[in-house]
């Protein structure tokens, strides 16, 4: 690691504008498509979670059962939103710490059309009824290898730029975000070679699949949105890392056990006797690199309330890093053997586990990012200021109810159905005002997310007032043109280490 420091001339000023004006078309691709996802998943959400409590809710059309519609819906999450707005957010730090402009982007876009090409044919499919019947990977055979080429084609050009960066400039942000472009890969080749090309037994086939689950969680989408979050919180606070013996610590530990994960979705099948306890053991101490990661990033934000209240960006990923601490606690507490292993199993608790993980802390963290990313790309402002407030609320308050509602009353329900001597009718009735409340709070979040989509889509028709200040949640007065989000890459030592 080095800790030179790039310079603030005029050139690199002509430098960072080079490279924004470079990954402008591919990024916002990636993350107005997205965002369309986004509400494409949450409305089929609110369907899936609709028939939980409601089976006759539009019962004469057959793709809208709920064992298509709800792997439709976490699919087009996954797949459609989770990676596209991964890639943006990759390949924009990837080129700004690289100081390195993109000169790929028509190839970068026509991935990317592959991509959604295929993530649309995956979720037609499903909802056609040729999904796979294997969670979060129940797009049809054929679409696994469209997706595969599609990724490398997109993610090899932040490899170049990082391999012809200037010497010295590594951060603890690219060990993240390069991290997670070589494990997805493995992790994707891995599964579905094992499932699809080279089949066997159906119980470690269900076992596959769930460490492909755990490892997507926590080998993908956690170390993009930590990648994410250690070059945002130096970034906009102006504040060093607190802790760079604590980063290293964080990145090697996650690196570590996270690959452990997954298989104590299988307690009591017939596989070896370890296995499930391994899983067990892995995703509790998985709060290790995520405690040490979150306390590394509060502390660096702290003392910086009037920024965090300001930028919309901080906000956002400020309100992830929280979803982080509150996923590791729901990773120990779900995980233990003998306690409440047996009864999250076959409940809501696993919904609501990863919807805490994909929305509750990696969307949260993507949000700053699109916040902070847009106006530099676009050279303009953000529309409005109600419509980020809106969109912070009302995601907030949904995410929030889903969790919890998700979380405990899935404890009730595995409760209910632990109990034998009562018919197992008795359990789902535990979940009815559980599943209604879930409805309710995905209305919540397609509100906020259906106006987070106008307010992109208009940014990417560059409709925003030019200007070099950032914007904030308040009005502001006097003080630096740049505000608390200045655009000085890693200025002094508030980045690199």
């Given amino acids: 690691m080095s800790s030179v420091q790039p310079s603030t001339t005029a050139e690199d000023a002509l430098l960072r504008s080079g490279i924004d004006r470079s990954l402008r078309h591919p990024v916002m691709f990636f993350m107005t498509s997205g965002a369309a996802w986004l509400a494409v998943s949450i409305i089929l959400g609110i369907i899936g979670s609709t028939k939980l409590h409601s089976p006759e809710f539009m019962d004469g059309c057959a793709w809208s059962t709920y064992g298509r519609v709800f792997p439709a819906h976490i699919n087009a999450f996954i797949y459609g939103w989770g990676f596209q707005v991964a890639f943006a957010v990759i390949l924009w730090i990837m080129a700004r710490l690289s100081r390195q402009e993109c000169r790929s982007a028509g190839i970068i876009l026509t991935a990317g059309h592959v991509w959604n090409f295929g993530v649309s044919l995956g979720v037609l499919g499903i909802l056609a009824g040729y999904g796979t019947g294997m969670p979060w990977m129940e797009f049809p055979f054929f679409a696994w290898p469209v997706l595969l080429i599609s990724y490398i084609a997109i993610v ?31 992790i994707f080749i891995t599964a579905n070679t094992l499932l699809h090309c080279l089949p066997g037994h159906p119980v470690m086939g269900a076992g596959i699949n769930a460490w492909y689950k755990s490892a997507l969680i926590f080998l993908f989408f956690t170390p993009v949105a930590l990648g994410t979050a250690y070059y945002l919180v130096p970034k906009v606070t102006g504040r060093p890392v607190q802790s760079y013996s604590l980063a290293k610590v964080g990145f090697w530990s996650l690196a570590a056990i996270a690959p452990w994960a997954g298989m104590q979705k299988l307690t009591g099948a017939p596989i070896p006797y370890f296995l499930p306890y391994l899983g067990a053991a892995a995703t509790i101490m998985i709060a290790l690199p995520a405690v040490s990661a979150a306390w590394n990033l509060l502390r660096t934000v702290s003392g910086a309330g009037e920024v965090a209240d300001h930028s919309p960006s901080l906000r956002f990923t400020i309100a992830g890093i929280v979803g982080l601490l509150v996923m590791a606690f729901a990773a120990v507490f779900l995980n233990i053997p003998g306690k409440t292993l047996e009864l999250t199993q076959f409940s809501l608790s696993g919904y609501g586990f990863e919807i805490l993980a994909l929305y509750g802390f990696f969307s949260f963290v993507m949000f700053g990012a699109v916040y902070f990313i847009v106006p530099r790309v676009t050279r303009r402002e953000w529309i409005s200021r109600r419509l980020i407030k809106m969109h912070f609320l009302f995601s907030a308050y949904g995410l929030v109810t889903i969790a919890l509602v998700a979380l405990f009353g899935g404890l009730l329900q595995g409760v209910g159905q632990e109990n034998w001597k009562e018919p197992w009718e ?63 890459d890693n200025a002094g030592p508030a980045h690199a280490h």
């Fill in 156 to 186: 090899i050009w932040s490899f170049i730029q990082f391999r012809v960066r200037p010497v010295g400039h590594v951060y603890i942000s690219q060990w993240y975000l390069l991290a997670a472009v070589v494990w997805f890969p493995w």
């Fill in 426 to 488: 008795n359990a789902a009735d535990f979940a009815y005002p559980y599943a209604m409340a879930t409805t309710v709070s995905w209305g919540f979040i397609l509100f906020s997310n259906f106006f987070f989509f106008i307010h992109l889509t208009l940014m990417w028709l560059r409709l925003g007032r030019r200007s070099s200040h950032p914007t904030l949640l308040v009005a502001h007065h006097g003080g630096s043109p740049h505000g608390p989000e200045g655009d000085i």
